[in-house]
């Protein structure tokens, strides 16, 4: 099923040809920013050097700092009276990037919703339970208007509440929800403790974090939902960068709307198709905060292989952040990881919390995770042979001893949002 089924699958020469002329527009749209005016004459670069899409790779890189410095509105293209709604993503630290929606941005970015969801089969006859913040988040206000774009019938019940949230989906017969995996999982567990079956739901769009096969499994199972990754970031708008198709096998970028480009995180160096690393993009139809080669800072490989969907190229599944990424002993672990090999064990629990210490100059890691019941004796010999068989998997799987303990049912944390299950306590024994 496509919304705009022209554009989703223009020949690849029509879209080079449409994302070169977005691309010089792009760049004449960054001349009313004095970050790019500055960068772009330090680096000996004339927006109208840009002859052909390879000319890409001679321009500047934009990160998240960059941003940040530019607080609040130095990123802007258009005077401030055209811009009609701002968001801004919660920093850990500092001040949060801000940014910013001209009327048209708006009219974007909802028919790019209205393209995903109407992707996995959703119409006017779903149903739609959208379960995220719905402030300054973009998961909210972003799927919301593109739900509405369709047609659908549009519950904004933000989060919190899971009961009601559960009580909702049943008496209203809600189709098709969203929100964050870890949420996901949680409101399954509350289905589960109230005996409710959700039968009316046949879809669940997941994202604003990192999520793994084995969890996308679990969710089918629990929710009797078809589940489906959604990407995005809000300096790129927000959600409906990149989501699955029917296949499930990798994420469709809207490439009309977004150059892509991977490169080597360390080098800087673009890297070929079906090699992993940065994602870098470069948005061609933004117009209040026109962004040049944004480091993303997403893990992820273009696909070599065509879709049958017909369909431009895809990315493969977001594996974690360059920064989230863990460095413990020279190895490189990423929570994903983690994740894939705990829901493997049915002795154990879905939740789990990662500690890491410096003990003696080694970095220690320890994992926290819920036992289940239903696969535990109640012996202690058993508690042990469960530790053991995490602690050799996790081993198998990341090259790396960890220790392992055992926790009791429910007692570690739920999230609404998005899940934090790393605590890096390294700094403070440093
Ligand atoms: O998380 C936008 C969004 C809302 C996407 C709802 C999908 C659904 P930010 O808060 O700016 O925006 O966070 C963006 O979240 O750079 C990734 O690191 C991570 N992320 C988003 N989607 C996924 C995903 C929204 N499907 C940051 N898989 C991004 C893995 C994801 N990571």
Redesign the pocket.
Known sequence: MFWNEKVETLPEKDLQSLQLRRLKKTLSQVENVEFYRKKLKNAGIRPRDVRTLDDLSKLPFTRKQDLRDGYPFGFFAVPLRKVVRIHT??GTTGKP?V?GYTKKDLRTWADLIARNMTMVGLTDRDIFQNM?NYGM???GL??HYGAELIGMTVIPSATGNTRRQIEMIRDFGVTAI?C??SYALHLAEVAEEVDTHLDSLTTG???????SEPMRKELERKLGVTAY???????LY?????FECPERDG?HIWHDCYLVEIIDPVTGEVLGEGERGELVVTPLVKEAMPLIRYR???ITMLYEDDCPCGRAKKIA?????SD?MLVIRGINVFP?QIEHVLLGIPEVGNQFMVYVDRVNHLDEMTIDVEINRNFFSGELQDLARIQKKVAKELRDALDLRTTVRLVEPGSLPRFEG?AKRVIDRRGDTL
């Open positions: 993503t919660s990037t940014v995220v988040f973009t998961g972003g799927f969203h964050t995996p769009l997941f994202g604003a974090e990192p999520w990754d959604s990407y995005g970031l809000s300096e927000g959600p409906g960068v990149a994420l993303t800072g997403d599944r977001i594996m974690g952040r989230d994903s998005k």
